[in-house]
């Protein structure tokens, strides 16, 4: 009824491309609802939701104990020689509230 309203005002050949290119929407709308997780045809879905298989975990290679450090950051190197000098002008606090 809705395609048959908008296609009054139209020559017959503009209702017949008309037409034919609504069904070819149509055509399209159903084949992406095809590869849709709740699409027509009742695949199973994944937890994800998305439609794909599950993805398997990658496994971490086993960490080397005597890998070495990292090498401290700026503000780590910063902070220990201020630490020094909090420390000597602030004997009596202790921990954070020396940093602070």
């Known amino acids: 009824e809705g395609l048959s ?12 491309l008309t037409a034919r290119r609504a069904s070819k929407l149509f055509a399209s709308f159903a084949e992406h609802l095809e590869g849709s997780p709740s699409g027509p045809k009742g695949e199973e879905v994944s937890a994800s939701g998305n439609g794909d298989k ?11 104990p ?13 902070q ?12 009596d606090k202790k921990g954070k509230v020396k940093l602070v």
Not at 5 to 16: F, H, N, T, V
Not at 54 to 64: F, Q
Not at 66 to 78: D, M, S, W
Request: a positive charge; zero cysteines.
């Open 5 to 16: 309203k908008s296609l009054d005002g139209l020559s017959r050949e503009e209702a017949i």
């Open 54 to 64: 599950e993805k398997k975990k990658k496994k971490k290679p086993p960490r080397d």
């Open 66 to 78: 005597n890998k070495p450090k990292r090498p401290a950051g700026a503000y780590f190197l910063f």
């Open 80 to 91: 220990a020689e201020h630490r020094k000098e909090l420390s000597k002008k602030h004997p």
